[in-house]
């Protein structure tokens, strides 16, 4: 599996980005990571193949959406009312197996991941 992540940029505060993830092959479970300088890597969401399971991590809940385009083998992460704090290095994140929900977001469980792109909120 391989992944391809664009999309970041710079914005203002409350000001909207959408985030692609390409990937090749089949995988089960696609998660989308955040690292800001100095911090430990954090998920943000995940999205199951079916396109049916989706889970979010509670500082972007309500403000970001993930979606699949399986024609198109992309998993977009739309980000609407951004904040300073959403500043980070974001990956996207394969996995040929699903897992329960309630792991999703621990990046240990993640096999394949792609380069990262880079949000800048600017207060």
């Not at 909207?16 to 969401?45: D, H, M, N, T, Y």
């Not at 999205?47 to 385009?69: L, P, Q």
Request: glycine residues 10%; contains cysteine; positive net charge.
């Amino acid at each position: 599996v391989q992944l391809q992540a664009s999309g970041g940029g710079l914005v203002q505060a409350g000001g909207s980005l959408r985030l692609s993830c390409v990937a090749s092959g089949s995988p089960s479970l696609i998660g989308w990571f955040r690292q800001a300088p100095g911090k430990e890597r954090e998920g943000v969401s995940c999205i199951s193949t079916s396109g049916v399971s989706t889970v979010y991590t509670d500082s972007v809940r309500g403000r970001f959406t993930i979606s699949k385009n399986n024609a198109k083998n992309t998993v977009y992460l739309q980000m609407n009312n951004l904040k300073p704090e959403d500043t980070a290095v974001y990956f996207c994140a394969a996995r040929a197996v699903r897992v329960p929900n309630s792991v999703c977001l621990d990046s240990i469980h993640y096999d394949y991941w792609g380069q990262g792109t880079q949000v800048t909120v600017s207060s």
